[in-house]
């Protein structure tokens, strides 16, 4: 019989977005996106340490369709580059923003608030989307120790896979667990997002199989 999973002390489980707006009712709901709570409280309970991050966007944020008077996912070249326009959500101190019921709050040692910049979307858990404004996460982990930062969450095809590239390109290694995720899935993104974690050296795999 298989042991089951227990991370090191260098090892960190980080929990992307798992939030309101981002599960079914919500203003950006992923599909099944209520899934992955189950897992990932199951998840939290075999590492040592966990991470959470929450989108906290203020008011008319420069990512939000409506603060240009687009649709919903339609694109805009702002200052940093292109920009997916997103319906509002996750707007700060809004029910949307708050972390799903039944996700357990109880382990997370930090939460990393992303994307409350007014003028500058954010889908990695280290860096703005201009890839150059830092979140601190990275000065955190390594003050901390860990070596090996596992990642799930919502969404899987942005901000866990920013999230989990960054990671690596900061030193850390870096797995997407993947049924521990959902996707937006927004034109083929998921199968491009799975083809460039896997060529970049992010490892992807099922919470069952962690121990392999």
């Given at each position: 019989?298989?042991?089951?999973?227990?991370?090191?002390?260098?090892?960190?489980?980080?929990?992307?977005?798992?939030?309101?707006?981002?599960?079914?009712?919500?203003?950006l709901a992923v599909r099944r996106g209520d899934e992955v709570v189950p897992v990932i409280n199951r998840l939290a309970s075999q590492f040592r340490h966990v991470i959470?991050?929450?989108?906290?966007?203020?008011?008319?944020?420069?990512?939000?369709?409506?603060?240009?008077?687009?649709?919903?996912?339609?694109?805009?070249?702002?200052?940093?580059?292109?920009?997916?326009?997103?319906?509002?959500?996750?707007?700060?101190?809004?029910?949307?923003?708050?972390?799903?019921?039944?996700?357990?709050?109880?382990?997370?040692?930090?939460v990393v608030r992303k994307g409350f910049r007014q003028n500058i979307d954010s889908y990695s858990a280290f860096f703005e989307n201009d890839h150059h404004t830092r979140?601190?996460?990275?000065?955190?982990?390594?003050?901390?120790?860990?070596?090996?930062?596992?990642?799930?969450?919502?969404?899987?095809?942005?901000?866990?896979?920013?999230?989990?590239?960054?990671?690596?390109?900061?030193?850390?290694?870096?797995?997407?667990?993947?049924?521990?995720?959902?996707?937006?899935?927004?034109?083929?993104?998921?199968?491009?997002?799975?083809?460039?974690?896997?060529?970049?050296?992010?490892?992807?795999?099922?919470?069952?199989?962690?121990?392999?």
């Amino acid at each position: 019989m298989q042991q089951s999973f227990q991370a090191t002390e260098a090892e960190v489980l980080v929990v992307v977005d798992v939030q309101n707006d981002f599960c079914p009712g919500g203003a950006l709901a992923v599909r099944r996106g209520d899934e992955v709570v189950p897992v990932i409280n199951r998840l939290a309970s075999q590492f040592r340490h966990v991470i959470f991050t929450q989108d906290w966007h203020s008011p008319r944020h420069a990512s939000f369709a409506s603060t240009h008077g687009k649709k919903p996912f339609e694109t805009l070249r702002l200052a940093y580059g292109e920009q997916v326009l997103w319906p509002d959500h996750c707007v700060q101190g809004t029910p949307g923003a708050d972390f799903h019921p039944a996700l357990d709050r109880r382990p997370a040692e930090l939460v990393v608030r992303k994307g409350f910049r007014q003028n500058i979307d954010s889908y990695s858990a280290f860096f703005e989307n201009d890839h150059h404004t830092r979140t601190g996460l990275s000065g955190y982990l390594r003050d901390r120790g860990f070596q090996h930062a596992y990642f799930c969450g919502l969404a899987l095809d942005f901000c866990v896979k920013w999230s989990a590239l960054d990671a690596l390109q900061e030193g850390f290694r870096s797995t997407v667990i993947e049924d521990a995720c959902r996707a937006i899935d927004l034109d083929g993104s998921l199968a491009a997002a799975l083809v460039e974690l896997r060529t970049a050296g992010v490892s992807l795999v099922q919470s069952a199989r962690l121990a392999a």
